[in-house]
């Protein structure tokens, strides 16, 4: 990371995980671990616990954010969960094209950028998700695929509305397999995504960018990975549901090497 330009953000992503009981305990035992931390924090929890986990962060170094949003302000869409009915609530963040989204529920880039302009309209702060598959990184073509993500998903997003968009690089063969990418594999990414960011918009909108690495991030190899140039944080599944794992990866974004 490059903490004179940008301050590092580590996110939480819980997924279908914790009761609301189990919630507040795992909240409770981190509030202690946060403070006066020199990187933002963000827990992004399921709906059901939105509420309890935004009333147990008041006042604290914890940022909420959800997992997902329609794109719809309100209509007829079953289950759905809007971010009019989010920010209502007093979310800040919103997890938008995580992988799982694209593949077990059909977001397609289309649908994603649709989500990311509802999500910036009601003042939402959105963890834009991005990342090639297995099978993509061996034809070699993680570039042209995380290019395609990027301009589809940004489509018609005006430049100052990134200051609300933070941009997670998560290779699908590494989320929740163990497989990290190497340090220098995903620095590289990150690297060619801010790039990416230059191209679209300016040289001042790619230094700003918060770009996250995610896929597998742990205890053992967080502080390798943050310390990469291009790696501004991280958006960590499986470590984040364990308090000492967690709060061990937000001291490694926090104590720059
Ligand atoms: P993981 O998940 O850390 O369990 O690999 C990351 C993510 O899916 O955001």
Known sequence: MNNTIRKPIIAGN???NNTIKDSETLINNLIPLTKNKNCDIIICV???????????????????GAQNCHFENS??????????????????YVIIGHSERRQYFAETDTIVNKKIKSAISNNLKTILCVG???EEREKNITEKV??????????????????????????????????T???TQANDVCKFIRSTILKLYSKESADKMIIQYGGSMNSTNASE????????????GGASLKVS????IINAASTPM
């Open 181 to 183: 990418a190497t340090s």
């Open 225 to 236: 990975l943050i310390s990469e140039k291009d790696i501004d944080g991280g958006l960590i």
């Open 245 to 248: 794992d967690f709060s061990i």
């Open 14 to 16: 819980w997924k279908m």
């Open 132 to 134: 090639e598959s297995l």
């Open 146 to 179: 995380v290019f395609k993500q990027l301009e589809l998903s940004l489509s018609n997003i005006e430049e100052k509305c990134l200051n609300n968009i933070i941009i997670a690089y998560e290779p699908i063969w590494a989320i929740g397999t163990g497989k």
């Open 46 to 64: 399921p709906f059901t616990s939105l509420e309890r986990a935004i009333n147990l962060t008041k006042d604290t170094d914890i940022k909420i």
């Open 75 to 92: 209509g007829a869409f079953t289950g759905e969960i809007s971010p009019t009915m989010l920010a209502e609530m007093g979310v800040e």
